[in-house]
């Protein structure tokens, strides 16, 4: 059985692709395809997620084992997560800056003879580009306030330095047999 589907970006509405997959095929194999079609680098992480209707993330797919029962790529058959028509997942592919994909099943269909799968079988629009710097995305950190209390109670962060005069207070770390000596 061949499973359909369709991806898309929400950082440019003209992207689209249309992936088709053998049910025995991995989100491992999933993975590999959407690296290869958009040219990304292999060597950054990246993960899949179960969603919601909402998209709402549940259920993640790891491209190695992170312990403490996670699950990885390599071991999740379409078949056995794919459930449910519409069915959709997040393929997380920047985490730094938590942009993703949005793949959702459409269905499926007759495996067609000489085909390899996976395949890609629409390919239109500009991909994202896999890593952010700047632009757009920094100028969501432009307007975080890390500390607008102004306590007179607290320190300063120069009273929380030693005076130059306080040195001959601290033990002497560099000579351990007056460390010893001091402490008796």
């Not at 459930?83 to 993703?100: A, G, P």
Request: charge should be negative; glycine fraction near 4%; charged fraction near 35%.
């Amino acid at each position: 059985m061949v499973y359909k589907f369709v991806v898309l970006s929400d950082e440019d509405e003209s992207f689209i692709r249309e992936f088709e997959f053998l049910d025995s095929n991995t989100l491992l194999d999933f993975h590999n395809l959407i690296q290869d079609e958009l040219e990304f680098d292999k060597s950054q992480m990246a993960s899949f997620f179960m969603t919601t209707d909402n998209w709402e993330k549940e259920e993640e797919f790891t491209l190695f084992d992170m312990g403490a029962g996670s699950s990885t790529m390599d071991t999740a058959l379409l078949e056995d997560i794919i459930f449910r028509k519409s069915q959709k997942l997040l393929y997380v592919f920047d985490f730094f800056n938590e942009r993703s994909l949005f793949l959702e099943y459409t269905g499926e269909a007759k495996e067609i003879d000489g085909r390899e799968y996976p395949s890609c079988t629409n390919s239109k629009g500009v991909p994202p580009k896999q890593v952010v710097f700047g632009g757009s995305v920094s100028k969501l950190y432009n307007n975080i306030v890390v500390s607008n209390d102004d306590d007179e109670d607290e320190p300063e962060v120069d009273d929380l330095f030693l005076e130059g005069n306080d040195e001959e207070t601290l033990p002497d770390f560099e000579n351990i047999e007056n460390l010893n000596e001091e402490e008796e």
